[in-house]
């Protein structure tokens, strides 16, 4: 069955340095989500990502946070200059166009973000 | 503003006892309801939806789940539960307002379930 695949799986970075998390969807699928969960929270919505442009994005995605999709595969969360509050569970997800939005989203393993 | 509620942060049960694990949710439009687990070091797999039509939605590995508009709960049960069935549970909901397109997922907090042999 095909899956949605994440790398790293964990990443440790100093306190402001950037960081790209990397993802690659299911090949024929065409929304893209990045969703974070801190240690003991909720899986909280970053941002969606169809046909090149973000489609919807929460008010923990600010100015620091950018997704790419620098090619046919893969879909990418940078991190401008991490702050200790980014440290979490990052997970990425994809959904099929065909039906929409009543299509399941299914997610990577995550990358777990440590920042020191 | 949507939001899910799981009332339990933790379900104990006896292998092959029945298993159900709580939801409710609020939404402004109608909901899109969804089921996922999460192993250990591992990503949210999807269980199972609800979209419209018949208010008990069968699953993966078992699992069903039954739609109440009235009560807006949407509760996941398994009749006979395994102690590979032991993981954390989430609920979600996808608001789909009138007009809108409406892809983000609310998350509940999570339930683990725990199934004793």
């Known amino acids: 069955e095909p899956e949605v695949t994440q790398t790293p799986s964990h990443q440790v970075t100093q306190m402001g340095q950037e960081v790209i998390l990397r993802c690659v969807p299911i090949s024929n699928h065409l929304y893209f989500y990045w969703y974070r969960q801190i240690l003991g929270q909720k899986v909280e919505f970053l941002v969606s990502?169809?046909?090149?442009?973000?489609?919807?994005k929460s008010e923990i995605f600010d100015d620091q946070f950018s997704v790419e999709r620098p090619d046919g595969s893969n879909f990418t969360l940078k991190i401008r200059s991490t702050k200790l509050e980014d440290s979490a569970m990052y997970f990425c997800?994809?959904?099929?166009?065909?039906?929409?939005?009543?299509?399941?989203?299914?997610f990577g393993d995550g990358t777990r973000l440590s920042i020191l | 503003a949507q939001s899910v509620a799981q009332p339990e942060d933790q379900v104990n049960v006896a292998e092959g006892n029945p298993l159900t694990v709580k939801c409710t949710y609020s939404?402004?439009?109608?909901?899109?309801l969804f089921w996922y687990v999460q192993y250990p070091n591992r990503g949210l797999q999807f269980l199972l939806k609800y979209i419209t039509g018949d208010n008990l939605v069968k699953g993966s590995y078992g699992f069903e789940a039954e739609f109440n508009k009235s009560q807006t709960s949407f509760h996941l049960k398994k009749p006979s539960a395994l102690v590979s069935d032991s993981a954390l549970y989430f609920c979600?909901?996808?608001?789909?307002?009138?007009?809108?397109?409406?892809?983000?997922?609310?998350f509940g907090g999570g339930t683990r379930v725990l199934v004793k042999p």
């Open positions: 939404v402004s439009g109608n909901p899109y």
């Open positions: 990502f169809y046909n090149n442009e973000i489609s919807e």
């Open positions: 979600a909901v996808r608001d789909i307002p009138l007009g809108a397109a409406g892809n983000k997922l609310t």
């Open positions: 997800a994809s959904s099929e166009s065909f039906g929409g939005s009543n299509q399941p989203q299914h």
